[in-house]
């Protein structure tokens, strides 16, 4: 709905000692308390994270410090398409800031196009700036305006 990009193969750089890899059954806990120190409202639940892990057609990455889950991200795809949905990103505070979402997008990105997508699209809260930046720095471009898209009643692109 909001922004999208094409989509190109692209090496993804380690800007952090991080390790990127599919997501597992064994990280269902803390993506749930990830999840829960991200967002205040238009969570995933618990229920919702254990549907998209056994999913096959999606693209669910998280990055890891030290055995710790610090972000996540989930693109869906549907078949007959060459568009996919960014449907959710989340990085822990902690590591905000660090290239650590950039790094995850772009890994998200890679096996996104590896699994035949040439396009990408997402939703994002106008009020995100920081999201926003980075989203437009990596070619994402604005193509709608949604007023009260999400739970809270906050606008998105």
């Known amino acids: ?3 999208a990009a094409t989509l190109n193969k692209s090496s ?3 800007l952090q000692p ?3 890899h599919d997501v597992t059954s064994t990280d269902l806990s803390q993506l749930v308390m990830l999840e829960k120190s991200c967002f205040a409202t238009d969570r995933l639940s618990k229920r919702s994270f254990s549907h998209w892990i056994k999913s096959s057609h999606r693209v669910f990455l998280v990055a890891k410090r030290q055995a710790k889950v610090v972000a996540y991200g989930l693109v869906i795809m ?3 398409t060459r568009l996919a949905r960014l449907y ?3 990085v822990d505070q902690d590591v905000a800031g660090k290239g650590i979402g950039r790094q995850l997008l772009l890994a998200l990105e890679n ?3 590896a699994a035949g997508k040439l396009f990408l699209r997402l939703e994002v809260e106008k009020t995100n700036q920081r999201a926003i930046n980075l989203y437009q720095s990596m070619g994402y471009k604005i193509f ?3 007023e009260h898209y999400y739970e809270n009643n906050g606008d998105a692109f």
Request: aromatic share 4%.
């Open 111 to 113: 096996k996104t196009v």
């Open 1 to 3: 709905m909001m922004m």
């Open 88 to 90: 959710s990103i989340a």
């Open 78 to 80: 549907r078949k007959g």
């Open 144 to 146: 709608g305006d949604y």
């Open 18 to 20: 991080i390790e990127i």
């Open 12 to 14: 993804v750089t380690c």
